[in-house]
């Protein structure tokens, strides 16, 4: 499956959609919630009837391509991408529409898909994170599914690197955000099925940087995170990643109903300073996520609870 591009580098939808231009900047009518006069969001690139209810969200766009793969019906499945980096796929799993989008990574890109995608579905929405992670639990290898049952955020506090910062705390740890228990619990049972021996229950801290604020050594930068993992132990945190409480907390601070829930392979175990094959990866992702598709379809929601409108794609698929 792959994109097109046009003449100006801009991208198309796949061959066998109808082809038509993301959003352009000159096109945007709404500075507040910038969108173009078809009602295409800027950033995600997709419009009312092309994101569903229910939406699994991955960083990498490779791993949003496996898991589509195992979609009801790949071929008819619709796919658009964005120049902004976003890759969304919509099709059928179960005989009930889903979404795969791949966001890239950070707390910006995770706050962009939550906002955009509310302001152009209505009813509920379900989300699961199946994204990538480094453990710092020793008892946590590699290879691990860690199901988060909370998340702290970890922020460089920019204030503390001034010269009269009176020896403030160089990095800010939030206290915890929680799933939503039900989605949480369903997408347990599911991917004990089928990896049983890979699934780990842990406590999430999601940082703002790759580097400095998961306690990385670069020579090149005064970061001063020295304590910094010593502080997450102590908190009793397990994994480190860049999404999953902005997740959590924007599902939270919505005014309408987000059901979410994360879960990451452990790619690197920091402490042992050893990371995951690709082969492994590859198979985790491919079982994984059709766990994790399996969860978001055992959930049930009512006919006033999901998108029903005849602009809807995968109305035209079943």
Same mark, same amino acid.
């Given at each position: ?54 939406? /699994? ?30 890759? &969304? ?30 302001? &152009? ?23 691990? $599914? ?15 690197? $001034? ?13 915890? &955000? ?8 369903? /997408? ?51 994994? /480190? ?78």
């Amino acid at each position: 499956i792959n994109a097109e591009y046009g003449e100006d580098n801009r991208c198309v939808r796949s061959p066998w959609r109808m082809e038509k231009e993301v959003t352009r900047v000159e096109d945007i009518v709404d500075t507040n919630i910038p969108k173009d006069p078809d009602g295409r969001m800027y950033h995600i690139a997709a419009k009312e009837g092309e994101v569903s209810n229910r939406i /699994l969200t991955v960083g990498d766009p490779r791993r949003a391509e496996i898991i589509a793969s195992s979609l009801d019906n790949p071929q008819q499945t619709f796919k658009l991408v964005s120049k902004r980096g976003f890759t &969304i796929y919509t099709g059928m799993k179960n005989g009930v529409p889903v979404s795969i989008i791949a966001t890239g990574m950070g707390l910006a890109m995770m706050d962009f898909l939550l906002r955009e995608c509310s302001a &152009i579905t209505n009813g509920t929405l379900l989300i699961i994170r199946y994204g990538t992670c480094g453990s710092i639990n020793s008892k946590i290898g590699v290879g691990s $599914l860690a199901l988060a049952k909370q998340s702290v955020l970890v922020t460089r506090n920019v204030d503390a690197f $001034l010269s009269d910062s009176n020896n403030m705390e160089k990095y800010n740890i939030s206290k915890p &955000i929680y799933p939503d228990f039900e989605l949480q619990n369903v /997408l347990r049972d599911k991917v004990k099925k089928v990896l049983p021996d890979r699934l780990v229950e842990t406590i999430n801290a999601t940082a703002d940087s790759f580097y400095c604020s998961q306690g990385r050594n670069d020579p090149n930068f005064n970061d001063d995170n020295s304590n910094l993992i010593d502080r997450l132990l102590e908190l009793h945190v397990d994994t /480190l990643e860049m999404e999953t409480f902005s997740l959590f907390h924007l599902a939270n601070s919505s005014k309408r109903k987000i059901k979410v829930a994360a879960l990451t392979i452990v790619l690197a175990q920091r402490l042992k300073n050893d990371f995951l094959k690709h082969e492994e990866i590859d198979h985790l992702e491919r079982v994984g996520g059709e766990a994790v598709l399996n969860a978001l379809t055992e959930i049930k929601l009512t006919p006033e609870e999901v998108m029903n409108k005849p602009e809807c794609i995968w109305l035209k698929m079943k």
